[in-house]
């Protein structure tokens, strides 16, 4: 990719090779590209980069591209802090995932309790006890983040 580069500054949005080539029609560009074939005519080389990972209260943002060299720059990113509204919708959306994590594991144990369950009474409690733990999850201090799941019985 490339991108245009004004007093030594990037401008605009990166270009793919083939919009580069439409740009100079009658330019027989050699391959693998020259530095000179592209910085002559007031373009760099462009490199899309993945974002960094971001913490559990932060977001990652695209900023202005960064200069590696003098002809290769790559796409810049930002990491800043959530907002509170942010971060209370964050722990809502998790809170809501965590809450269908449980009730799919409470739904896949519902044949425990049934009356013609082939589960012996001792395994029934066992099980009826994991069903409780499951209900409590969400009065864990780490919900919905920092979950224990509790073990289903054997």
Same mark, same amino acid.
């Given at each position: ?10 401008? =605009? ?5 083939? &919009? ?21 005519? =007031? ?48 722990? *809502? ?7 269908? &994590?449980?009730? *799919? ?7 425990? &309790? ?14 009826? &006890? ?11 201090? =780490? ?12």
């Amino acid at each position: 990719m490339f991108i245009q580069i004004e007093a030594g500054n990037p401008v =605009g949005s990166p270009i793919n090779e083939h &919009q580069f080539r439409s740009l100079f029609p009658n330019v027989s560009f050699q391959r693998p590209w020259v530095s000179d074939d592209v910085v002559s005519r =007031g373009y760099a080389f462009f490199q899309d980069v993945r974002s960094p990972e971001p913490g559990r209260y932060e977001v990652v943002e695209e900023s202005t591209p960064v200069q590696v060299d003098s002809d290769l720059w790559e796409k810049g990113w930002s990491i800043r802090s959530m907002t509170e509204s942010e971060v209370a919708s964050s722990d *809502a959306y998790q809170a809501d995932v965590s809450r269908l &994590q449980r009730n *799919a594991r409470l739904t896949s144990s519902d044949w425990t &309790q049934f009356n013609d369950s082939p589960l012996s009474e001792n395994d029934k409690n066992a099980w009826a &006890q994991h069903r409780t733990e499951l209900r409590n999850v969400p009065e864990q201090s =780490g919900f919905p983040w920092d979950i224990v799941w509790p073990e289903e019985p054997v």
